[in-house]
């Protein structure tokens, strides 16, 4: 038996796009988990454009928590700068494009890693994220009021992607009135797969950057008391951030700390459609658990990838030095291993050893505390002002690779 025979039919890849916009293969999962666990996926020719020759035309697909884990927390033999953290972009794709992607922090290996991480640590700390308590519940209520006031439409528009971007718009300067404008190019920066969303990924990614080195450039001439102004100047010995490094971090934003809040609020609200008495129970009681169960069943990524950097093996299989892994957290979050009764949404699950912030290496989700503040604060303005809010249809899912997203989700707030 191969991977190919336990996915659907047509389907031998787990990043196909067109398996994520059906849903989770959660049998497939199940049964690489319990069958192959560590298994080499052949990709169609395309799919592995711009990745390094020495990492063939597949990858390792790792689908238990465990191995999934010990990966994430090996920067030695595991490298995210070699092909990148994406598994697959669209067909066409050079080698020079994956190499400039580089100077974003999610691509980088220590030592580089470690330099520039702590520099865009300054705009995370507790303190920081603390200090936004107040002003993101007053938003929460506020988005929430509003959409309760049209009384229905699109959940995600109305209210799942509002607080995130508002978020992004008060950590980083961006004026409220030119938030949308993230919201845009987010969306046309995933939009390779999904003939619905109009745009040109790399117009977008370069509108953002220009965007954001203008920023940049105007902190380092009219230095203010904001996060952008920490970042791009030298603080306490330290360098700042180039305007090349802040562009690319401001992209990183724009996709890790939009997208992936947004994805995760709306599956949360779908999971509480499908489990009603779950929402009667938040509703009621406000249980602190909520927020990783809601991470763990929406697993907003479906996989990031590393590369060996030298011959190794995960799970006791071997993968030669140059070879790439695909870490599905969309699998391990699910594993019974770990999770008792792993597809039951429960909202009062403890422990929840969930990998949906990446694991828990050097490249654990450095936004972890914002995302969490930004779910929790959500749901209750949704429990205490739209507490009978019901799903008119069913989501439409994302065509995506990579990203386990919803771009329709339509709702009655009365």
């Known amino acids: 038996m191969s991977v190919a025979d336990v996915l659907p039919e047509g389907f031998t890849d787990f990043t196909d796009p067109f398996l994520l916009e059906r849903g989770i293969p959660h049998d497939s999962f199940r049964a690489a988990r319990q069958q192959f666990p560590v298994t080499w996926v052949e990709q169609a020719p395309g799919s592995y454009d711009g990745m390094s020759v020495e990492s063939g035309s597949g990858y390792f697909a790792v ?159 009219n230095p203010r008391d904001d996060i952008v102004t920490k970042l791009v100047n030298a603080h306490m010995g330290d360098r700042g951030l180039t305007d090349d490094e802040f562009g690319f971090f401001v992209i990183l934003l724009a996709v890790a700390g939009n997208e992936t809040t947004r994805n995760a609020i709306t599956h949360g609200m779908n999971a509480f459609f499908d489990n009603p008495e779950q929402w009667e129970l938040w509703k009621a009681e406000r249980p602190d658990t909520m927020v990783d169960e809601v991470v763990r069943w929406a697993s907003p990524i479906s996989v990031f990838q590393r ?24 699998s391990a979050n699910f594993d019974e291993d770990v999770f008792t009764d792993p597809f039951r949404f429960d909202i009062t699950r403890d422990p929840n050893p969930q990998l949906g912030f990446g694991g828990h290496g050097a490249h654990y989700c450095l936004g972890a505390n914002l995302a969490r503040q930004e779910i929790r604060l959500i749901f209750h303005a949704l429990a205490d002002l739209a507490p009978d809010i019901s799903r008119l249809a069913e989501p439409a899912r994302l065509r995506h690779s990579w990203v386990n997203g919803i771009k329709d989700l339509q709702v009655s707030y009365t």
């Open 63 to 221: 689908t238990r928590h465990a191995d999934v884990a010990a990966v994430s927390k090996n920067s030695k033999d595991w490298s995210t700068e070699e092909n990148g953290a994406i598994i697959r972009f669209s067909e066409g794709m050079q080698r020079e494009q994956i190499e400039l992607q580089r100077t974003i922090l999610l691509n980088q290996d220590p030592p580089h890693h470690t330099q520039h991480r702590a520099i865009v640590s300054r705009g995370f700390t507790p303190r920081s994220i603390a200090e936004l308590e107040e002003t993101m519940q007053a938003r929460s209520r506020q988005i929430v009021g509003d959409a309760v006031k049209q009384g229905r439409g699109n959940f995600v528009e109305q209210v799942a992607a509002e607080l995130p971007l508002q978020a992004i718009a008060d950590l980083i300067g961006v004026p409220q009135e030119d938030r949308h404008k993230i919201f845009d190019w987010s969306n046309q920066m995933l939009a390779s797969d999904d003939p619905d969303i109009q745009g040109e990924p790399d117009v977008a990614a370069a509108e953002i950057l220009a965007y954001a080195m203008m920023m940049a450039a105007d902190r380092k001439a």
């Open 307 to 330: 590369t060996a950097l030298t011959d190794t093996e995960v799970g006791g299989v071997a993968v030669a030095k140059g070879q790439r892994v695909g870490l599905f957290y969309a």
